[in-house]
């Protein structure tokens, strides 16, 4: 895919060839502007191809600001206004690709991510896009010349370009190609950065609550999960570290140490997660009709919750005696606790495991119709790589092919 024959100037170079940077590269060259994106990685958007179980999650029907968490929340609302899912779907049935909807308005691939790879793919042809891949960015400087506001030293040698878009995402999943490079460069120019931590990740847990719950690995059930400003209905996953599934991916995105809340001050997050382990009833009139029972509350509450939970969780508060032994105090203190079971998790699987960053380049400095640097004409940035991150169910990639489309039609 490498071209080492492309003129060293171009009008827009695209640093990262993933979701928002194929979406603005595709946009520019079709509006006739000279484009080379740049990857060090040597297969194209693996994050893609990898992406919603490799069938692609592209898109949600119910995308709005909400969806997303920034330390500027209003900053996505223009650009996702301009491109909306309706935009995104359009383009997904001019290229026949068969997709089909799942809960929560989520929209995925019938056969394979690979068809969204080869539709931006495509999109970058007709704009006559160049590429350099793989190939490594050693350094970025101002330029001197007209046309020439950035100089870039790579493995292609010296390229010179007018405006240069940062699109390299955010750091999980390091393997596959995620690294810091967009956050440097923003440095380099002055703009901050939000501290990155790993999101819409799995949660582990201290020891002394691991070895109550370690034997439940794969158990799941329905649950609402609330941690900051997060608040999440769907399942919850036992594992040999601790707590995943859906609802556990969607808090951890506003879970963070008590470190970090001690370097960055108030965030929309916090260090610990308050579980509702009974989302469908009023826990207290339903513990209130079993109150005469003689059966164990562990036995009781196996009604509604997997058993060998139920009877772990009684268990670690001393509560494995029959319904009709708690008085109407303890039965309140047994539903406060059902309906906010407070978890204190020391951690998450990390970058390794989480699909998401949240942090990034602070939006502040940029405009929220272009992805311009205020101060800094002709560096855009799109994508993860930018303090917006989404919830789970193809917010994040609604925001790379908004904020990429922005970028594409300003460059
Ligand atoms: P993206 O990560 O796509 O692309 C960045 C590009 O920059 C990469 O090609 C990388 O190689 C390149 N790059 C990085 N550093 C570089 C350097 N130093 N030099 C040159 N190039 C460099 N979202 C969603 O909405 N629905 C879903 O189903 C899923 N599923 C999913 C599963 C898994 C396992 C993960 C890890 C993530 C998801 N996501 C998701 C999140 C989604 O993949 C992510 O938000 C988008 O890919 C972000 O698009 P970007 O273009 O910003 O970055």
């Known amino acids: 895919m490498s071209n080492p024959s492309h003129p060293s100037r171009f009008d827009v170079v695209v640093i990262g060839a993933g979701a928002a940077g194929m979406m603005c590269a595709a946009e520019a060259g079709q509006r006739g502007r000279r484009v080379l994106l740049l990857d060090h990685a040597s297969r194209l958007a693996e994050k893609i191809r990898i992406s919603g179980g490799g ?139 939000v501290p990155p931590r790993p999101a819409l990740v799995p949660l582990t847990l201290p020891p002394e609550e691991l070895t109550i719950y370690q034997d439940l690995a794969g158990m799941a059930f329905d649950a609402v999960a609330e941690c900051g400003d997060g608040h999440f209905r769907e399942n919850l996953l036992f594992t040999h570290r601790g707590l995943s599934g859906p609802v556990i991916l969607q808090v951890s995105s506003y879970w963070q140490s008590r470190d970090y809340e001690k370097t960055n001050g108030a965030t929309c997050g916090g260090a610990q997660v308050t579980i509702n382990l009974f989302p469908a009833d009023d826990v207290r009139d339903w513990l209130a009709e079993r109150a005469r029972s003689k059966t164990l509350l562990g036995n009781l509450l196996a009604e509604r919750l997997p058993k060998r939970f139920a009877h772990a969780w009684c268990e670690q508060r001393g ?77 994040n990639f609604q925001w790379a092919w908004a904020s990429g489309y922005a970028a594409g039609q300003s460059v």
């Open 55 to 193: 069938r692609c999650n592209f898109t949600n029907l119910d995308v709005g600001v909400a969806h997303y968490l920034s330390r500027n929340p209003q900053f996505c609302r223009s650009a996702l206004a301009r491109f909306t899912p309706g935009h995104f779907i359009e383009r997904i049935n001019r290229h026949g690709i068969p997709w089909h909807e799942r809960d929560h308005g989520q929209l995925f691939c019938d056969d394979s991510a690979q068809d969204i790879i080869d539709m931006l793919r495509a999109g970058c042809e007709d704009g006559k896009v160049s590429w350099a891949m793989p190939c490594t960015l050693d350094a970025v400087a101002a330029g001197q010349a007209p046309g020439e506001r950035f100089v870039l030293e790579t493995s292609h040698g010296r390229i010179a370009c007018d405006n240069l878009v940062v699109a390299t995402g955010g750091l999980s999943i390091p393997k596959i190609g995620a690294s810091p490079l967009g956050y440097r460069i923003a440095e380099q120019f002055g703009l901050a950065i």
């Open 319 to 395: 509560w494995n005696r029959p319904a009709n032994q708690f008085n109407g105090k303890e039965l309140d203190a047994v539903a406060a606790a059902l309906s906010g079971w407070v978890i204190a998790p020391n951690g998450t699987l990390g970058y390794a495991k989480a699909e998401v960053t949240v942090g990034g380049v602070d939006t502040r400095a940029l405009s929220s119709k272009t992805m311009e640097a205020r101060a800094v004409p002709g560096l855009y940035f799109v994508g993860e790589v930018m303090d917006v991150t989404g919830h789970l169910g193809g917010y």
